[in-house]
């Protein structure tokens, strides 16, 4: 089976991690803060903190924002559950805003339509958190203005998109939001096996989530609430996590971001030639703004249902008897049972419905051969054009 999505693992990789695991120590060394100044030189932050997962970078990312109960957080419903959840981690309570039908990302002008009628029932978000999916960066100069006027903060979420641009900048850089969020699971354009990161701008924001992520405890003086005991000392002063990240993972990360962008660029080459070779079938292809340079974390297709015989399903199961490990991302979050109780109805937000019905994710990754691509794009053909 082909993969929709894989790491790409070198010796200098493995080397890397192998040092690491010789070395004094397994966490809390030198490795992680290398990691981190590598992220936040590569995408012009001025802070970045590494942690286990994105998961764990969204959710001490609520918490620095103070998101918490009675707040609201808003996302889009074509995201994974993590974009979401970390707003229900804080006791808040989250809610939705529908997708832009071309970029399939979260739709400012839906965004500023809910914003007047929340305004004006009194229940505003606190938080926004808007996901680059499959690395193409939403429209934050748009989102932003919204922030402004209503005075939300933005969390980018940024798990498809290290190594993408908006405007020219890398994602990341924080012109138009608070907090961004990468994720390095091993589908995701840089790996660390487990493990993501949070950037910003704010010294602030920083400490605070430097705080949250290892027990809320802290070892600076300056932080204390009266002068060290001795030399051992240490203070709890909030309540925190276990949400560290370890040398070894900080090591490959390290290892992985010194071929970023040719991760980035290879994927390019690859979306190129589905573009070329995919463009006389029944399918809408992904739409690229002309002012942004994707991560390409996916290439997503959607079926034109009404000129194919067989259904979205069907599809999807004939790819995968072919050998095709297609995949789905994602399934509305609002339709899942645990969202459902909260009451969301399929059809509030009926463009991700759209999407959901249509979208299929094609294997996209670093060591995709072309000879394997060449027999997705054949296996497509067989399947959806009507002369064959
Ligand atoms: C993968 C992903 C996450 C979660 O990342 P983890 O590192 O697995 O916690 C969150 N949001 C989006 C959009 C993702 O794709």
Not at 36 to 63: D, P, R, W
Request: hydrophobic residues 40%; contains cysteine; negative net charge.
């Amino acid at each position: 089976m082909i993969p929709y999505g894989k790491q790409d693992i070198s010796q200098a990789d493995v080397d890397a991690v192998l040092e690491v695991l010789k070395s004094d120590f397994l966490t809390q060394g030198p490795k992680v803060p290398e990691f981190e100044a590598k992220v936040a030189g590569h995408v012009g932050a001025k802070h970045a903190l590494a942690v286990n997962s994105a998961t764990s970078a969204l959710h001490i990312a609520c918490l620095a924002l103070g998101l918490g109960e009675g707040d609201w957080l808003w996302t889009t419903p074509v995201t994974f559950v993590a974009s979401a959840n970390c707003g229900l981690y804080c006791g808040a309570k989250v809610d939705f805003v529908d997708i832009d039908p071309r970029t399939y990302n979260l739709c400012p002008k839906a965004l500023a339509a809910k914003l007047e009628e929340a305004e004006q029932e009194g229940r505003l978000p606190k938080v926004v958190v808007t996901v680059h999916l499959c690395g193409q960066p939403c429209d934050m100069e748009a989102i932003n203005k919204l922030a402004q006027r209503y005075g939300f903060r933005t969390i980018e979420d940024a798990s498809h998109g290290i190594g993408g641009k908006y405007q020219g900048e890398f994602i990341g850089n924080g012109r138009y939001s608070d907090i961004t969020v990468f994720s390095f699971h091993p589908v995701k354009i840089v790996t660390t096996a487990e493990g993501g990161m949070a950037v910003t701008n704010d010294d602030q924001l920083a400490a605070k989530m430097n705080l949250l992520r290892s027990h809320g405890i802290t070892r600076d003086p300056a932080l204390m609430t009266h002068e060290p005991d001795g030399p051992w000392y240490y203070q709890q002063v909030d309540l925190g996590y276990n949400f560290r990240m370890t040398e070894l993972q900080a090591a490959l990360g390290v290892s992985q971001m010194q071929r970023l962008d040719d991760f980035v660029a290879r994927r390019h080459k690859l979306a190129k030639r589905y573009d070329q070779q995919l463009a006389g079938l029944p399918l809408t292809l992904p739409w690229q703004h002309p002012d942004s340079y994707s991560g390409l974390h996916l290439y997503v297709i959607r079926l034109q249902l009404e000129k194919t015989t067989f259904s979205h399903r069907k599809v999807f199961e004939l790819l995968r008897e072919e050998g095709v490990g297609v995949n789905l991302h994602y399934i509305p979050v609002h339709t899942q049972p645990y969202y459902q109780q909260m009451g969301f109805e399929e059809n509030d937000f009926p463009q991700s419905m759209a999407y959901y019905r249509e979208a299929i994710s094609l294997p996209m990754f670093y060591g995709l051969t072309e000879q394997k691509q060449d027999k997705v794009v054949a296996v497509l053909n067989e399947i959806l054009d009507e002369r064959t």
